[in-house]
């Protein structure tokens, strides 16, 4: 674990990966923060993240999600608004430091001097560039440890409830690897290929034993345009790897992937939720099911 300071435009704030106390220089939360304000005391980037502090929470917080559903993280444009709304908060708890550079630089703007930044995947190990791993549900589970002592610091009268309710949530991330692991496991192993629209299930596939054939947008954030050579290439991988399938998320073009499914034969598989709960995944246990689901379904 790996703890630090986050200087935000002048002020001061905590970053929390690991047990440590408020700095005097920066004060703290009150016990009951935002009681009566009817402000939202936690705001978290995501609304997937949103949930999953949630469930840490409990009854004891109102948590508030940054982006809307259906939002992507990659196109985010700040608004005075969401400015606003982290200025009113108490703590706010993202990703990962630059997994979304506009976020950083609104929380740095906006925050106030007692604001508690929680870094939800602080002390997660992973590929340069790669952050999305909460595609994997058991590093949620340092995300909800995280979460409970970013929590606790702003709140320490909560800590018990914090520690209880991430616990029990907790559990229920083991469960939910164990079922998916389950679910993987009806797939034929040399099915088990995933063709994405950009390159966001890395670690999910490396949890699960899937391999990555390719993406459409060979990048992290898929923005750009795919070249017409990097089309080409992905279309000799697929016809290779024989992939059954290309997934891509709620919301995605399309077209590229009709291309693809034009030249090679492969199934077009729509409607996974990837950066944001949806209307097939009111939770992050049931966006995680609902992708699942789908991909068995597609490569079975």
Same mark, same amino acid.
């Given at each position: 674990?790996?703890?630090?300071?986050?200087?935000?435009?002048?002020?001061?704030?905590?970053l929390?990966?690991?047990?440590?106390?408020?700095?005097?220089?920066?004060?703290?939360?009150?016990?009951?923060p935002?009681?009566?304000?009817?402000?939202?005391?936690?705001?978290?980037?995501?609304?997937?993240?949103?949930?999953?502090?949630?469930?840490v929470?409990?009854?004891?917080?109102?948590?508030?999600?940054?982006?809307?559903v259906?939002?992507?993280?990659?196109?985010?444009?700040?608004?005075?608004?969401?400015?606003?709304?982290?200025?009113?908060?108490?703590?706010?708890?993202?990703?990962?430091?630059?997994?979304?550079?506009? +976020?950083?630089?609104? %929380? &740095? $703007?906006? /925050? *106030? #001097?007692?604001?508690?930044?929680?870094? =939800?995947?602080?002390?997660?190990?992973?590929?340069?560039?790669?952050?999305h791993?909460?595609?994997?549900?058991?590093?949620?589970?340092?995300?909800?440890?995280?979460?409970?002592?970013?929590?606790?610091?702003?709140?320490?009268?909560?800590?018990?409830?914090?520690?209880?309710n991430?616990?029990?949530?907790?559990?229920e991330?083991?469960?939910?690897?164990?079922?998916?692991?389950?679910?993987?496991?009806?797939?034929?192993?040399?099915?088990?290929l995933?063709?994405?629209?950009?390159?966001?299930?890395?670690?999910?596939?490396?949890?699960?034993?899937f391999?990555?054939?390719?993406? +459409?947008?060979?990048? %992290? &954030? $898929?923005? /750009? *345009? #795919?070249?017409?050579?990097?089309?080409? =290439?992905?279309?000799?991988?697929?016809?290779?790897?024989?992939?059954?399938?290309?997934?891509?998320?709620?919301?995605?073009?399309?077209?590229?992937?009709?291309?693809?499914?034009?030249?090679?034969?492969?199934?077009?598989?729509?409607?996974?939720?990837?950066?944001?709960?949806?209307?097939?995944?009111?939770?992050?246990?049931?966006?995680?099911?609902?992708?699942?689901?789908?991909i068995?379904?597609?490569?079975?």
């Amino acid at each position: 674990m790996r703890t630090g300071r986050w200087a935000l435009a002048g002020c001061c704030a905590v970053l929390l990966a690991g047990a440590m106390q408020l700095s005097a220089g920066c004060g703290s939360a009150a016990d009951t923060p935002g009681e009566g304000s009817g402000r939202p005391v936690v705001l978290a980037d995501t609304s997937f993240m949103a949930d999953i502090a949630q469930n840490v929470a409990g009854g004891r917080l109102t948590v508030s999600s940054l982006l809307p559903v259906g939002a992507d993280p990659h196109s985010f444009e700040p608004t005075p608004q969401d400015a606003k709304r982290v200025a009113d908060s108490t703590t706010v708890i993202i990703n990962s430091v630059g997994f979304e550079p506009l +976020i950083d630089d609104l %929380v &740095a $703007g906006a /925050g *106030s #001097p007692d604001l508690v930044v929680v870094e =939800a995947a602080a002390g997660i190990a992973g590929r340069a560039g790669d952050q999305h791993f909460w595609l994997d549900p058991v590093k949620v589970i340092t995300y909800a440890e995280n979460i409970r002592m970013g929590l606790a610091a702003a709140d320490p009268s909560g800590a018990e409830t914090y520690r209880l309710n991430a616990e029990a949530y907790e559990q229920e991330l083991r469960d939910l690897h164990s079922w998916i692991a389950a679910q993987v496991e009806t797939i034929p192993a040399a099915r088990r290929l995933l063709v994405t629209n950009h390159e966001s299930l890395g670690y999910f596939a490396q949890r699960y034993g899937f391999r990555i054939v390719g993406a +459409i947008f060979p990048t %992290v &954030a $898929g923005d /750009g *345009s #795919p070249s017409a050579q990097q089309l080409a =290439a992905l279309v000799e991988e697929i016809r290779v790897a024989d992939a059954p399938a290309v997934f891509l998320e709620a919301g995605s073009n399309a077209d590229l992937a009709g291309q693809l499914a034009r030249e090679t034969g492969v199934q077009v598989v729509t409607d996974l939720y990837e950066h944001s709960l949806g209307d097939n995944a009111a939770t992050y246990l049931d966006m995680m099911r609902w992708n699942v689901r789908l991909i068995v379904e597609a490569l079975r």
